[in-house]
C-alpha cells in the first residue's frame, strides 16, 4: 500500500460563497453521479460520525458546519472543490509518493536563513505547513548552528492555527496514516501563503542547495513496507532535482495569482 503526500492550493476568496451553501443546494444541477460523489465526500469526512444521519446533514446542513465536524477537512474540501465547475479555478496542487520529499522545503529554506537570504518569517511558513516545531532539531543540526538560526520554537498556537475559527480544533494536526514523518494535516492562512511563495521562487530561482537532508528518493515510491533510503551522496543536492519541487513550480505559479491564496498539507 502507497501512500502520498498532497499540497493543495486555495483561492479563500474565490470559495468564500461555498461556505454557508447548504449540501441540497450545491446539489441541484449537478449530474448525479457528481452528487453521488459528493454524498461520497460527506460520507468520508464525517467518517466518526452517525452515519445513520447522512440524509438529514445533505439536505439541511451547510458546508461550513460539515466541515468543522470533520477530521479531514482540507482533503473533503479539495475532493469537493474538485466536483463543482463552478469553482474548479479555486484549486490547484501537487503530490508526492515520495515521503521524505516534504524535508527538503525544510532543509532548502533553512540553508536560506543561515545564508541570509532568505527571512526567517518564510522558514516559519514553510515549518507551519510540514506541522515542524523547531527544524533545527527535526533536521538534527548541532547546537552552535541552530543558535545561529536563531529561530523561535513554534508552540502549538502557532502551528496548529486553522485558516477560520469555525473550523474548530479538529482542522490542523491530525495523522494522515499514523506512522512516518510528516504526517499531520496542515495549512497556511494568505500571509504564510504568499510567504511559502516567496520562498519557492526564491530557491528554484536560484536553484538553492539543499543543505542538512541526507534522505534521497529511491528509484520507486517509498510504501508501507518499504521504508528505506539510498545514501546520500558527496556534496548538497540542489533544489530543482527533487520531483515533488518540480511538480509544484505550476500550481505555485497560479496560487500566486490567487487574490487569498491558502495552502493545505495531508498525507493520505
Known sequence: MSHDVNYYFFDLAALAPLWGRRWSEIGRGLAPARRERLREIVEFALDDEDLSRLDRILSGDTVRRTLSRSRIQFHALAGLVCELP???????????????????????????VLRGELPPADLRAVCKIHSVANPGLALGLPPKTRRQLG????????????????????????????????????????????????FFNLAWGGNWPVPFFADEPLDRPICFDTVSVAPRKKGDRRFREFSLIRRLVEPVERARRFRRPALAFEKS
Open 151 to 198: 529561530m523561535r520554537r513554534l508552540t502549538d498556537a502557532d502551528l496548529f492555527k486553522p485558516w477560520f475559527r469555525w473550523q474548530g480544533p479538529h482542522a490542523c494536526g491530525n495523522e494522515g496514516t499514523g506512522w512516518g514523518e510528516f504526517d499531520l494535516d496542515n495549512c497556511l492562512g494568505p500571509q504564510d501563503t504568499r510567504r511559502f511563495i516567496h
Open 86 to 112: 463552478a469553482f474548479e479555478d479555486a484549486i490547484c496542487g501537487a503530490d508526492s509518493q515520495y515521503l521524505s520529499e516534504p524535508g527538503v522545503l525544510i532543509a532548502t529554506a533553512l540553508g536560506g
